[in-house]
Nanobody, 127 residues
Framework: QVQLVESGGGLVQAGGSLRLSCAAS????????KGWFRQAPGKEREFVAG????????RLADSVKGRFTISRDNAKDTVYLQMNSLKPEDTAVYYC????????????????????WGQGTQVTVSS
């Protein structure tokens, strides 16, 4: 069974840190761009961060620049989202996703560009 499995979510106080991981199983996604999105209650899902397959090109949403970092380990077929200086407004379900298109250095930022999604992990930041 093909899966993207997110982990690392939880409850943290404002100012704290969490690291999310997204590991693939069932097939390899190491040669594809990957991204993180989030969806807060009552809001649409939004782009958070993305990383290309080659070159380590990254894109971050303005709301998380300077606080979040995306990275990947292709040997482990895992993508990470390091979240520092967390704020209550970062509270959401976080999803990882994979873009199947063959664009080695492109970082997709639109939800429609991603083809496969994980089930999500809850991040709650208390004030």
């Amino acid at each position: 069974q093909v899966q993207l499995v997110e982990s690392g979510g939880g409850l943290v106080q404002a100012g704290g840190s969490l690291r999310l991981s997204c590991a693939a199983s069932g097939r390899t996604f190491s040669r594809h761009a990957k991204g993180w999105f989030r969806q807060a209650p009552g809001k649409e899902r939004e782009f958070v961060a993305g990383i290309s397959w080659i070159g380590g090109n990254t894109r971050l949403a303005d709301s998380v620049k300077g606080r979040f970092t995306i990275s990947r380990d292709n040997a482990k077929d895992t993508v990470y989202l390091q979240m520092n200086s967390l704020k209550p407004e970062d509270t959401a379900v976080y999803y990882c996703a994979v873009d199947f298109a063959f664009n080695p250095e492109v970082v997709p930022t639109r939800e429609s560009q991603y083809d496969y999604w994980g089930q999500g992990t809850q991040v709650t930041v208390s004030s």
